[in-house]
């Protein structure tokens, strides 16, 4: 059967909402019979949507279930998507859950490479999933997430316990951690990672790489049209 499942929706920034969930439900020829993490965009109040991007960016080819994804949004507009991944990560060959997570900084129309959350995640035999997320306003992420130890049982039972992580990222030190979309080491604009660790692009609110402008935002009201070019009399949009 194929199924979509985990759905959540946020709001990014004026007419921008996201969602994203797990899904089989997209094309056995283009993403395989596994399951996988989407999102959708819409940039008018939720009245449209468009098509599905797969959040794991190696959704055409990685063959492993992809599944139970939260999704925050943080003050800046920034999304992120944590989900459960069975996949193989060197241990042996042993194949259990673990964390990932994926960042947007454009809306969720491109999505950063999935990155583990849970530490020693290639070597450890620990099923890590069921993610959840929480964002401040200082942009700091917290992620929350089930851990059972191989083989840990009390009384006949399965016992889960909860872990916490917060991302304490530090942009500019080279090291692409949760919550960013890059890192180069350094903090100039234009090079293809932005200063606030996002990737250059327009809608990340970095004007950078030729743009007029760019406030994060597609409204093409309010003096920097969506196409991060300032709006003027002549181009075509009252």
Same mark, same amino acid.
Do not use: K, M
């Given at each position: 059967?194929?199924?979509?499942?985990?759905?959540?929706?946020?709001?990014?920034?004026?007419?921008?909402?996201?969602?994203?969930?797990?899904?089989s439900a997209?094309?056995?020829?283009?993403?395989?019979?596994?399951? +996988?993490? #989407?999102?959708?965009? =819409? @940039? &008018? $109040?939720?009245? %449209? !949507?468009?098509?599905?991007?797969? /959040? *794991?960016?190696?959704?055409?080819?990685?063959?492993?279930?992809?599944?139970?994804?939260?999704?925050?949004?943080?003050?800046?507009?920034?999304?992120?998507?944590?989900?459960?991944?069975?996949?193989?990560?060197?241990?042996?060959?042993?194949?259990?859950? +673990?964390? #990932?997570?994926?960042? =947007? @900084? &454009? $809306?969720?129309? %491109? !999505?950063?490479?999935?990155?583990? /959350? *849970?530490?020693?995640?290639?070597?450890?035999?620990?099923?890590?999933?069921?993610?959840?997320?929480?964002?401040?306003?200082?942009?700091?992420?917290?992620?929350?997430?089930?851990?059972?130890?191989?083989?840990?049982?009390?009384?006949?039972?399965?016992? +889960?316990?909860?872990?916490?992580?917060?991302?304490?990222?530090?942009c500019g030190?080279?090291?692409?951690?949760?919550?960013?979309?890059?890192?180069?080491?350094?903090?100039?604009?234009?090079?293809?990672?932005?200063?606030?660790?996002?990737?250059?692009?327009?809608?990340?609110?970095?004007?950078?790489?030729?743009?007029?402008?760019d406030d994060?935002?597609?409204?093409?009201? +309010?003096?920097?049209?969506?196409?991060?070019?300032?709006?003027?009399?002549?181009?075509?949009?009252?």
């Amino acid at each position: 059967p194929r199924y979509s499942s985990n759905t959540e929706v946020r709001h990014v920034t004026d007419d921008r909402w996201i969602t994203a969930f797990s899904s089989s439900a997209f094309g056995e020829d283009i993403y395989g019979i596994d399951e +996988d993490v #989407f999102s959708l965009r =819409s @940039t &008018d $109040g939720g009245v %449209t !949507w468009g098509e599905p991007i797969p /959040v *794991n960016t190696d959704a055409r080819e990685d063959g492993a279930t992809d599944t139970s994804s939260a999704l925050s949004v943080d003050d800046a507009g920034r999304a992120i998507v944590a989900w459960e991944s069975f996949r193989p990560l060197g241990n042996d060959g042993h194949i259990d859950a +673990d964390v #990932f997570a994926a960042v =947007s @900084t &454009d $809306g969720g129309a %491109t !999505w950063s490479a999935p990155a583990t /959350v *849970n530490p020693g995640a290639d070597i450890d035999t620990d099923y890590d999933g069921a993610p959840r997320l929480l964002a401040d306003e200082r942009g700091t992420w917290l992620a929350l997430w089930q851990r059972r130890a191989d083989g840990q049982r009390r009384g006949g039972r399965v016992v +889960d316990n909860t872990v916490v992580a917060i991302s304490g990222h530090e942009c500019g030190n080279g090291v692409v951690e949760v919550g960013e979309a890059c890192d180069d080491g350094n903090t100039s604009d234009d090079d293809g990672c932005d200063s606030d660790c996002s990737i250059t692009t327009c809608g990340n609110g970095v004007v950078a790489g030729g743009e007029e402008c760019d406030d994060s935002n597609g409204n093409d009201e +309010d003096g920097c049209l969506s196409s991060c070019v300032a709006a003027t009399c002549g181009d075509g949009i009252i």
